[in-house]
């Protein structure tokens, strides 16, 4: 199936630890993202890859780090997971760059991070 | 900062009447505006995307406007079923490189 796909859908974990979330996509797209979703449902982008260059990097963190290997892949580390990251994060792709924009967002099925 | 607005912030219809959800943006200068779907649990769906050129799009029931001018996009979905309950986000592509969701509007169209 073509899609933008991550794992794992939930990932329940204690204040302090470091985890990742992976994401592919299989649709040729050039440009991937990362956005959280919190609880009040309201999306806000973290980082955006275009061939795996770094194009947008929003106030997050330092804790958070993407990893782009190739332009299909873009993962997510978070070290050292507070309280306060608990939120749904989706990554999302689009074909080509931001700037000349013009064809959908595709998303993926978003991962549920529970920090305990 | 683009800011996005959608009201309401939540609707409930009998089945087969039709809607409009509004969407309205602070930047006029967007590339494009694109209307999402989303079901619990699940990631978004594209379910249209309006150029900055164009006034309209439409697929199936659904139709959406937009009005760079007064900064609107509205979708309006014609006889609506079960099916279409779901949150609905608007999205605007403004010269940045990022899209700014909207708070949504949840959906619930009752049979």
């Known amino acids: 199936d073509t899609a933008v796909s991550q794992t794992p859908k939930y990932l329940v974990t204690q204040m302090g630890n470091d985890k990742s979330i992976k994401c592919e996509q299989n649709?040729?797209?050039?440009?991937m993202y990362w956005y959280k979703q919190d609880s009040k449902k309201f999306l806000k982008i973290m980082f955006s890859?275009?061939?795996?260059?770094?194009?947008i990097n929003e106030t997050v963190p330092n804790r958070f780090s993407p990893k782009s290997p190739d332009k299909a892949h873009l993962n997510l580390h978070i070290n050292s997971l507070e309280l306060g990251d608990s939120a749904v994060y989706f990554c999302?792709?689009?074909?080509?760059?931001?700037?000349?924009?013009?064809?959908?967002?595709?998303f993926g099925n978003g991962t549920r991070l529970t920090v305990t | 900062k683009q800011e996005v607005t959608q009201i309401p912030a939540a609707l409930s219809v009998p089945e087969g009447e039709n809607l409009v959800l509004n969407c309205s943006f602070t930047?006029?200068?967007?590339?494009?505006l694109q209307w999402f779907r989303q079901d619990p649990g699940k990631g978004l769906t594209s379910l249209l995307l309006?150029?900055?050129?164009?006034r309209e799009q439409t697929s199936g029931r659904l139709n959406a406007s937009l009005d760079k001018s007064s900064g609107r996009s509205t979708l309006y979905i014609a006889a609506s079923q079960p099916g279409d309950s779901a949150t609905y986000l608007c999205?605007?592509?403004?010269?940045?490189?990022?899209?700014?969701f909207g708070t949504g509007t949840s959906l619930t169209v009752i049979p």
């Open positions: 999302a792709s689009s074909l080509g760059t931001v700037s000349s924009y013009n064809s959908p967002l595709h």
């Open positions: 649709l040729g797209h050039d440009t």
């Open positions: 890859y275009n061939n795996k260059e770094l194009i």
């Open positions: 930047d006029s200068a967007i590339y494009n």
């Open positions: 309006i150029q900055s050129s164009q």
């Open positions: 999205a605007a592509f403004p010269t940045g490189n990022q899209f700014y």
